[in-house]
């Protein structure tokens, strides 16, 4: 009886080990299943994610101007330059910049940009060299939230520190209606780093802490403009959404009102085009969406004569649109604007030649100034010949400060003194 009973028990407890190396080796099974499974889906967020950064990759670059030769980069803003309706009236439809042979060889950034800022800057703000870190703006008054003077990449602009701060022009006729019937606005918005909607800055076509209404507002976004129920994307983010802007970048706005038409801007193409504006424009609202937003080069001017028009009646073309990097003779992107409708000013009327003739204003010393203005006369000159104008038919000088045509004592006065003169000869 004991031996069987000693036999039962051996077997009982050869039955529970099986069963529990059973067990075991099912949860062991179970539990590399599941390793395998989070492998392969950590695997697959990989590539998903390699994906999805070269899409990024490849956005930033084509919006950077990197990829210029894509051809659907190349025909939607071709179709957009075809659509513009501010070519010269001068009666001649002779081949623009985008058909010649020649203009082939400039450098094809912003090179259907068309926008031509006004004729005379009302109010410019560049941040004066005495305002200093954590002042409020003096150029600006603050509507709400919290706005500052900032330093970043080593220049001085303005820092919006909270979510929906707002500020308006500090201008002594804020109340009324000051901007024209005919005007321009440019500036430079900083877009931090972040997927978020918020990521949006907002300008408001009315002065809304002085004349207390409301009027119509362009929204920027890291990818596009809208305008009312109009939205329209940038070339190439259209499938990207906010998450385009990884590490933040500037974004160059810009704006044309004529009289109820009204053209937006996102750098290098015009996003916006609406016949008749609902509301007339009275003054402007500045609104950060987000922290962290930046705001620098913001400049309104008025006026805009064909250029055409101008050589005719005044035998030169004042241009002040034609900007520079701070003390050199390089080209800002946008200043490709005027540079274009000059250009196809001269194939249009073959037998027009220019002096071009730059102008400081009377910061700094006289003789740098002198020597600085010569040098950017050479460099658009050098411009037009690269894109296709004889060197016979231009020729360049330079005056500093000698000529002015405003007072140098305001902002306005200098930006209008700091000048490229096309004069005819």
């Not at 330079?398 to 490229?420: C, H, L, M, Q, Y």
Request: glycine share 8%; no cysteine.
């Amino acid at each position: 009886m004991k031996f069987f009973k000693f036999i039962m028990v051996g077997l009982l407890f050869v039955f529970v080990t099986q069963q529990s190396e059973a067990q075991f080796l099912k949860k062991l099974a179970k539990h590399a299943q599941e390793k395998i499974k989070q492998e392969a889906e950590r695997r697959s967020e990989r590539r998903v994610d390699r994906g999805i950064d070269k899409v990024y990759d490849k956005a930033e670059e084509e919006i950077d101007g990197k990829h210029k030769k894509s051809k659907k980069i190349k025909s939607s803003r071709k179709s957009k330059s075809n659509q513009s309706s501010d070519s010269e009236d001068t009666g001649n439809d002779s081949s623009t910049s985008g058909k010649s042979s020649k203009a082939k060889k400039h450098n094809l950034v912003w090179s259907n940009y068309d926008f031509v800022p006004g004729d005379t800057v009302i109010f410019e703000d560049v941040p004066d060299a005495d305002e200093e870190n954590g002042e409020f703006p003096s150029r600006w008054d603050l509507k709400e939230g919290n706005v500052e003077i900032v330093e970043f990449d080593g220049e001085k602009v303005i820092g919006f520190l909270t979510g929906s701060s707002s500020i308006v022009p500090y201008l002594k006729n804020s109340k009324e209606d000051y901007l024209p019937d005919v005007f321009t606005i440019e500036f430079d918005v900083w877009f931090p780093k972040g997927n978020t909607t918020s990521n949006r800055f907002y300008l408001t076509l009315a002065d809304v802490k002085n004349q207390g209404s409301t009027s119509s507002s362009l929204t920027v976004m890291p990818h596009g403009l809208e305008s009312g129920n109009s939205e329209k994307d940038y070339p190439g983010t259209e499938n990207i959404g906010w998450a385009i802007e990884k590490d933040g970048s500037w974004k160059h706005i810009s704006i044309a009102y004529t009289r109820g038409k009204f053209k937006a801007y996102f750098n290098d193409v015009r996003l916006i085009n609406i016949p008749h504006l609902d509301k007339n424009p009275t003054g402007i609202t500045i609104n950060a969406g987000r922290e962290g937003m930046l705001l620098k080069n913001f400049r309104i001017a008025k006026g805009g004569v064909k250029y055409y028009k101008r050589v005719l009646s005044d035998g030169k073309i004042i241009v002040n649109g034609i900007k520079f990097d701070v003390n050199k003779a390089t080209l800002k992107p946008e200043s490709m604007g005027p540079i274009n409708r000059i250009y196809k000013l001269m194939k249009k009327q073959p037998d027009l030649k220019f002096s071009v003739e730059g102008h400081t204003d009377s910061d700094g010393d006289e003789a740098f100034n002198m020597k600085l203005s010569k040098a950017r006369a050479k460099t658009v000159m050098d411009k037009l010949i690269s894109m296709g104008i004889d060197k016979s038919r231009l020729k360049y000088t330079g005056w500093g400060e000698s000529k002015p045509i405003d007072t140098n004592a305001t902002p306005e006065g200098k930006a209008n003194n700091r000048r490229v003169e096309f004069v005819k000869f």
